[in-house]
């Protein structure tokens, strides 16, 4: 079945630790995103990747990193920079750049906690 | 900018009772509209989309929505709701700018109750 998968499902990290949340997608889309989730906050974009080997900052992209080497894979790095980054983390893909007409589909999400 | 409101953060309905959840936009052109439904812990799941044509639209699950231009609206409804609906539900229109197409500004999410 083609679909999103993120892993770990938990993830617990001590404080000044960078961690990488994975995600891969087998539905042979090109547009990746990450999405924060906080409760009351709705989702908020962290980056985005329309192609592989390229990528853009979304809203809050401060104390986040990604990389997209293959078109299936988009991990996120969570690192000692962000100041509060226990949430829940949605991976997401799309089929391309079709002005804005692209349903997005989501994976499980890993909720990220800081102890 | 473009922005996504719903204005109600809980609802809370009885079973079989009719549900209509608020969604208004904010957005230049005529919009590419979504929404989603997600249970607690889980990923989030396309109910219905409005891109262009009839205005009232079907999706899964019995809900509908209805694109109302004059009003910058987007609401979704549902004439009959079953205890299983109960989950959050976000508002999303789709981004047509240069280089952040595709993209997609979410509403801050209604959670629905629903009481037997």
């Known amino acids: 079945d083609g679909g999103i998968t993120q892993s770990p499902k938990y993830l617990f990290r001590k404080e000044g630790q960078n961690v990488t949340l994975s995600c891969e997608q087998n539905?042979?889309?090109?547009?990746m995103y990450w999405y924060r989730q906080d409760p009351g906050q709705g989702l908020r974009l962290i980056y985005y990747s329309q192609i592989v080997n390229d990528f853009q900052k979304g809203d809050i992209a401060e104390g986040y990193s990604v990389s997209r080497e293959k078109k299936e894979s988009f991990p996120l790095t969570v690192t000692s920079a962000q100041k509060n980054p226990t949430a829940f983390y949605l991976c997401?893909?799309?089929?391309?750049?079709?002005?804005?007409?692209?349903?997005?589909?989501f994976g499980p999400g890993t909720r990220l906690t800081v102890l | 900018a473009q922005s996504v409101t719903q204005p109600d953060i809980h609802i809370t309905v009885s079973e079989g009772a009719s549900l209509e959840l608020r969604c208004n936009y904010s957005y230049g052109a005529t919009p590419y509209l979504f929404w989603y439904v997600q249970s607690p812990g889980q990923g989030l799941q396309l109910l219905l989309k409005?891109?262009?044509?009839?205005?009232l639209v079907q999706g899964i699950k019995g809900f509908e929505a209805e694109f109302k231009r004059s009003q910058s609206s987007f609401n979704l409804r549902k004439p009959s709701v079953h205890w299983s609906d109960a989950a959050e539900y976000f508002c999303?229109?789709?981004?047509?700018?240069?280089?952040?197409?595709?993209?997609?500004?979410f509403g801050k999410g209604t959670k629905l109750s629903v009481k037997p």
């Open positions: 409005y891109f262009s044509g009839d205005t």
């Open positions: 997401a893909s799309s089929i391309g750049r079709l002005a804005g007409g692209n349903e997005q589909f």
């Open positions: 999303a229109v789709g981004v047509k700018e240069l280089g952040s197409q595709g993209n997609l500004i």
């Open positions: 539905l042979n889309h090109d547009a």
